[in-house]
């Protein structure tokens, strides 16, 4: 949805402070042709087009406004915990749930295998949840052909052996909803090249290009746990909310879970950030048509924010390699993974030697024919 801005009088008092929306550069009322004129890069301009350009640019440099619920958490009752045992990793701290059967499981967030089982306490409970849909198998014969795309990746991450380390686990995440209006301002150029039997000749036009419009934002996650990085949370996204579910502990049953410790008031600018950045990236994909554009200031309004918290399924596996630990990670609904692989220095030198005789070879050869 696109709105027209409307355009006012300009006072001749007033023009002093406006400035040349092509170059910046202030402009100049000339008397002769009763228009803005700027000395610098000589575009002309009505004055009622002048006042429109600066009260649009009012408008978008203004503040934004943010409105969220504050989110009141729920706590487990004592039948909601009967399956649910607790467990905490000495080696990086990490206090996460699962069945009681998962007592001997290696820790998803560092890959230490001594996860010592406690009492259940300090949680509370999530609105929804979304299943794991990948299983464990599945997930390692993933993991074995990503890494089977790898030239040069050591045996080690394609040991059979090592992928049955990878675990399963829910990652608590904070889900925004609201609704949002606003508007953008954009710099648009056009260039025009000619020649004649003289001189080649290139114009360049600028244009201020204002958006304005309104979106409904739902499910926008950010992920709650410190220990999960941002990074490789954002890479396996995004998680189809429709299939989410009520939260059950059934659910954690062959899985671990972690809880919340980034609170929803931490993750609102995170929030609010990603929904800014997308509503401009929409206000942006009506200004086709120009050689570029760039941003100029934006302002939004945020309303109707709810807050939620949910369980994310995710597949974490870590490998040691020389000294370093490797970390993957596989969203546990779609199969989307992300990670990063070592190279083996011996295929390394073995394939460059390799490369080196053979072109070697061949710059002997045609030396000898020439």
């Not at 074995?144 to 686990?169: C, H, Q, S, W, Y």
């Not at 419009?213 to 709650?224: E, I, L, Q, Y």
Request: with cysteine; charged share 25%.
């Amino acid at each position: 949805m696109l709105k027209t801005a409307a355009f006012w009088v300009l006072d001749m008092d007033e023009i002093k402070s406006y400035k040349c929306p092509c170059c910046g550069a202030p402009l100049v009322f000339s008397g002769e042709k009763q228009k803005l004129r700027c000395g610098s890069c000589g575009a002309e301009l009505e004055a009622d087009a002048v006042r429109g350009f600066a009260e649009a640019d009012g408008r978008v440099n203004g503040a934004s406004k943010y409105d969220w619920d504050t989110y009141e958490p729920r706590e487990f009752g004592r039948t909601e915990t009967g399956g649910v045992s607790a467990y905490s990793c000495p080696s990086c701290g990490a206090e996460i749930s699962g069945g009681p059967e998962m007592g001997a499981s290696i820790c998803p967030y560092c890959g230490n295998a001594a996860i010592v089982k406690r009492s259940f306490e300090g949680a509370y409970m999530p609105d929804y949840i979304i299943p794991f849909r990948i299983d464990k198998s599945s997930a390692m014969k993933r993991l074995k052909e990503n890494a089977a795309k790898k030239l040069f990746i050591p045996k080690a991450f394609r040991d059979e052996t090592r992928l049955r380390e990878v675990t399963g686990m829910y990652v608590p995440f904070w889900m925004f909803d609201c609704d949002v209006e606003g508007e953008a301002a954009f710099r648009g150029v056009r260039t025009h090249v000619w020649s004649d039997s003289r001189y080649n000749y290139t114009r360049t036009d600028h244009y201020m290009l204002y958006r304005s419009g309104s979106a409904v934002f739902r499910n926008v996650p950010v992920d709650a746990s410190q220990k999960a990085e941002d990074a490789y949370m954002d890479a396996i996204e995004p998680f189809d909310c429709t299939e989410a579910m009520d939260f059950d502990t059934a659910y954690l049953s062959g899985y671990l879970a972690d809880k919340y410790d980034v609170s929803a008031e931490e993750s609102i600018s995170r929030a609010n950030e990603r929904i800014k950045r997308s509503f401009a990236d929409m206000l942006r994909s009506t200004t086709a048509g120009y050689a570029a554009v760039s941003a100029g200031g934006e302002r939004v309004e945020f309303s109707n924010g709810r807050i939620r918290y949910a369980l994310m399924p995710v597949w974490w596996l870590n490998v040691k390699y020389r000294g370093k630990m490797y970390r993957f990670a596989m969203n546990g609904q779609t199969g989307k993974a992300v990670g990063d692989y070592p190279a083996d220095r011996v295929k390394l030198a073995a394939f460059f030697g390799c490369t080196f005789a053979v072109l070697g070879a061949a710059a002997a050869a045609l030396w000898y024919f020439i």
